[in-house]
C-alpha cells in the first residue's frame, strides 16, 4: 500500500505526518481521513485553488493534470513546477512526499 509523506505545516500537520494511501483516491481524501483539514473551498470540484500542494516526491508517476487542473493551477498562491490540486491528483502505487503551502488564494474566506 502506498505511503504518503506530508511534510509539517504550522497549522495543519505541525508534526507532518505519514499515512497509508488507496490507490486511485485524491491526495485531498487521503488527507483528509487522516484529520489533515486542507482547504477546499469549492467541494472537490476543480474550481478554486484551495486544495493546492507541492508534490516533492513521486511527482513524475502521477496522471499528468489536464487543462482545467493546469487552469487553476495558475491562480494559486507558491505555484511551483510539481504544483497539483490535491483533489485532482490520485495516488499511484509509489510512494509520495506532499507539501502544503503556507497561503492559499481562498476567495470565499478573503471576501
Known amino acids: 500500500m502506498p505511503q504518503i509523506v506530508f511534510l ?3 497549522e495543519l500537520c505541525p508534526e507532518g505526518a505519514v499515512v497509508e494511501a488507496e490507490v486511485g483516491e ?13 482547504e477546499h473551498a469549492c467541494e472537490k470540484s476543480c ?4 486544495c493546492h500542494v507541492i508534490v516533492r516526491e513521486g511527482f513524475d508517476e502521477l496522471e499528468p493534470s ?8 495558475d491562480k494559486a498562491w507558491g505555484l511551483e513546477p510539481e504544483s497539483r490540486l490535491s483533489c485532482q491528483a490520485k495516488v499511484v502505487e509509489g510512494d509520495m512526499v506532499v507539501e502544503i503551502p503556507k497561503y492559499t488564494v481562498n476567495m470565499v474566506s478573503e471576501g
Open 26 to 38: 485524491s491526495i485531498l481524501d487521503v488527507a483528509l481521513k487522516n484529520g489533515i483539514n486542507i
Open 47 to 50: 474550481a478554486c485553488t484551495t
Open 8 to 10: 509539517p505545516h504550522e
Open 66 to 73: 489536464d487543462d482545467l487542473e493546469d487552469d487553476m493551477l
